[in-house]
């Protein structure tokens, strides 16, 4: 099951109360103060682990807490500290405060490890409040209660490359056949209704990851369709393809200034990210030569229309996955704009 966002209350261990306590042993009438202090509560850790892929653990909790620490003892023995509550999230997940949507941790690397909330302390023993003008102190701290937060866990995958397109339009053959992922494939509109990340190697040194996002439509900026609720997914991919098809009604052209204006509306950054184009099916051609001149004239409408706006994108390919053509030729070229792209943020 694919859980990408959940609610949650996190609350870290309370601080055992120090204890009040008085010597007793034979031959020692007058004994002086041996509380021992409360053991601090267990902290609260995210940790990164890139062999878990969904936030599936966290569904259907309300609450975790860290263990609170023991209480002091008599003879100068202190409690044992709480228990540390550790949290394992996948590479990608942002810990947000439900109440401001301030993002309070962002973990994207594997074995990262980030204190979240500080056990309170442990109180301490009566030892501690003995002095001249005090010789029996009949008193010792409660201990500090631990912190508590509502927080949302959001899963956001981080991906080389993301797909992007309407639904139907040949990602997730695309992604089958280029990578390990085996997302379901269909001919209706959103077979894809989870993210799938797929594994693609080039060569016999080179892979990156390929993520499929279920399909856009118009207004999902919005919350239309699928929405916002997988839109977020393509915001951690380094670099954009997308997918047009040349046999839905809409032109090539359209497509693109429609899947291109959701993202604008969605994030300013995300819009201005690197993008090739891929024009999938086309094996379509062979339905007759009508059919191929207007795919033609399509693909020259939407050449014109990029070097019309001047646009930043890299490439316009046409593939079928069906036929297997194109797709050595897709692979290399993303490569190489995932190498420089990767040697830029290097630089920087």
Do not use: W
């Amino acid at each position: 099951m694919f859980i990408d966002s959940v609610k949650i209350t996190l609350t870290s261990g309370n601080g055992g109360k120090g204890a009040v306590s008085f010597r007793r042993e034979k031959h020692v009438p007058l004994g002086g103060p041996d509380g021992g202090d409360g053991g601090s509560g267990g902290n609260i850790y995210f940790i990164c682990d890139n062999n878990t892929h969904t936030l599936v653990n966290f569904k259907g909790k309300k609450e975790l807490r860290a263990q609170n620490g023991s209480p002091g003892m008599g003879r100068n023995k202190n409690g044992k500290k709480g228990e540390d509550l550790n949290l394992i999230v996948p590479e990608g997940t942002q810990i947000i405060d439900a109440n401001t949507n301030e993002v309070l941790l962002d973990l994207t690397k594997e074995g990262q490890k980030e204190l979240f909330l500080k056990g309170g302390k442990g109180g301490l023993g009566n030892t501690h409040f003995k002095h001249a003008t005090n010789q029996r102190p009949d008193y010792a701290q409660p201990g500090i209660k631990g912190e508590s937060r509502l927080v949302r866990l959001e899963l956001k995958l981080i991906a080389d490359v993301g797909l992007v397109g309407f639904p139907n339009v040949g990602k997730s053959t695309l992604i089958s056949v280029v990578s390990n992922a085996k997302p379901e494939i269909a001919n209706y509109e959103f077979t894809t209704l989870t993210p799938k990340l797929g594994l693609v190697d080039v060569d016999e040194y080179n892979s990156f990851v390929m993520a499929d996002i279920p399909g856009i439509i118009e207004g999902a900026s919005h919350g239309k369709g699928l929405g916002l609720e997988f839109l977020k997914h393509i915001e951690r991919t380094s670099f954009l393809l997308f997918v047009l098809d040349p046999m839905r009604e809409m032109s090539l052209k359209e497509q693109f200034i429609i899947l291109r204006n959701e993202l604008k509306q969605f994030s300013s950054k995300l819009y201005k990210r690197k993008f090739g184009i891929m024009i999938s099916k086309s094996d379509s051609v062979n339905l007759g030569k009508e059919f191929a001149k207007q795919i033609a004239l399509n693909s020259q409408e939407l050449q014109n229309y990029l070097e019309e706006i001047n646009n930043i994108q890299s490439f316009l390919i046409q593939v079928s996955s069906l036929e297997k053509t194109g797709l050595k030729e897709l692979k290399f070229i993303l490569l190489e704009e995932i190498k420089n792209l990767r040697s830029n943020e290097n630089e920087k």
